[in-house]
């Protein structure tokens, strides 16, 4: 919304967000505070406890044979390297044996040292045994030099974790201000929407203002009408384009094989030779062998089945690519639309009459069925599309004539190459 009164309720609904988003954040973050200062303090005293164990096992040699060079060459690498304030190792009789304590050079380590005091104000001790017999006792203080260490780590992360939860929020805050915005917002545009633009499926959500709500619930009932009345005459111009898709279907092909009928199959050819003028093409024109006997003794049922098991085993002969179809009654036509040579054509039709030696059962009789093919390529025998067919029909029925069950291919001077197929 841009009004001035939306705008400010917006901003002061944010901030008021936001500040209770700090406030919280704020108190989350002294409580991890402090239970990170109760946890480090912890895992200091149970370090210290554990150096001063490390210590006593790593002197108990030199205690026990009164080494007390050795002795102080390992208490002062420990200590340097764990940053002791002092560490020093006592007889069981009291007397000191050792001691190390860390020169103080810079305020830095006086400001370590008074830390270390006041966090650890008991040194940590830990007995020095040998075969359960105590010879001494280690004592260790700590300078707070790691526990800054630690607590500056967890105040850096910790800071990092609130600016992040600040920004989370804030992002929370503009996502909340557009999600109200919006609904108001969508009043206005599907009231815009459907004057200017109507448009199916757009409904208005519920509003928490009563006089908004109603308002929406009259529109989304105006653009149930529209839609319903939308979706109607969507319906009918769905069933009108399935229908004309259906005629088309039908026009273009045969409907007991499924095959492309004549009229698709000249139009297949047309194409075929205006699109690839230059490359080399056939026609197969296919007649049934007895088919008229077998549909007279075994019935038009049989030879029905017998037309649909030709047409399946002629699809399964050719490619994809390949054009197959019905002429009418026992007739089909195979368009090889790209041939390397001649011979491409001829061992088709081998792979065709092939195919046709497998006998089918026909109303309880074994029926093989056989087939003339005549052959015309292109360019060679025709150059359009009506002469080409012409051509490979003419074949056909000089296979016929030669006995059945054969190829021929197409010769203009009557000198004919036939295929014999047994």
């Excluded at 109603?214 to 149930?224: Q, V």
């Excluded at 001649?342 to 009789?365: C, F, H, Y």
Aim: glycine share 6%.
């Amino acid at each position: 919304m841009s009004t001035t009164g939306s705008s400010t309720l917006f901003r002061a609904l944010r901030n008021a967000y936001l500040l209770t988003t700090a406030l919280a954040l704020s108190l989350a973050g002294l409580a991890l505070l402090a239970l990170s200062l109760a946890t480090l303090h912890q895992h200091l005293e149970s370090k210290l406890e554990l150096l001063a164990r490390t210590i006593a096992y790593s002197t108990e040699a030199a205690v026990l044979f009164g080494d007390r060079e050795t002795a102080a060459e390992i208490l002062a690498q420990i200590a340097e390297r764990e940053h002791l304030s002092q560490a020093r190792i006592t007889l069981e009789s009291g007397a000191p044996f050792v001691t190390h304590a860390r020169p103080r050079h810079t305020a830095l380590q006086h400001l370590h040292d008074r830390l270390g005091s006041w966090l650890f104000p008991n040194d940590t001790e830990a007995d020095i045994l040998h075969n359960q017999q105590r010879l001494g006792r280690v004592s260790i203080r700590s300078d707070g030099a790691a526990f800054i260490t630690l607590m500056s780590q967890t105040l850096m992360l910790g800071l990092l974790c609130l600016l992040l939860a600040g920004l989370a929020a804030q992002g929370l805050a503009r996502l909340l201000e557009r999600r109200i915005t919006s609904q108001l917002d969508a009043l206005a545009a599907i009231a815009h929407s459907a004057l200017t633009q109507p448009q199916a499926g757009q409904r208005l959500p519920s509003f928490s203002i009563a006089e908004f709500d109603a308002l929406a619930k009259d529109f989304n009932a105006l653009l149930a009408q529209l839609e319903s009345r939308h979706q109607h005459l969507k319906a009918r111009q769905s069933d009108l384009e399935k229908d004309n898709q259906t005629l088309t279907w039908l026009a273009m092909h045969d409907n007991l094989t499924g095959l492309s009928n004549r009229a698709a199959f000249l139009q297949g050819l047309n194409h075929a030779l205006l699109q690839a003028p230059s490359q080399r093409k056939a026609v197969l024109y296919l007649d049934n062998d007895g088919f008229k006997q077998i549909n007279d003794r075994l019935g038009h049922a049989a030879g029905d089945t017998l037309l649909v098991e030709v047409a399946r085993r002629l699809r399964g002969a050719v490619r994809e690519s390949d054009l197959v179809a019905r002429l009418g009654g026992d007739e089909f036509a195979v368009l090889l639309s790209t041939l390397g040579s001649p011979s491409d054509a001829t061992r088709v039709a081998v792979k065709i009459l092939e195919l046709m030696k497998q006998p089918l059962t026909l109303n309880g009789q074994l029926v093989t069925p056989g087939v003339s093919i005549g052959i015309a390529m292109f360019p060679d025998h025709a150059d359009n599309a009506n002469e080409l067919l012409k051509a490979a029909d003419h074949a056909m029925y000089q296979a016929k004539r030669a006995g059945r069950n054969r190829y021929q291919v197409f010769d203009a001077s009557t000198q004919l190459s036939t295929g014999v197929f047994e």
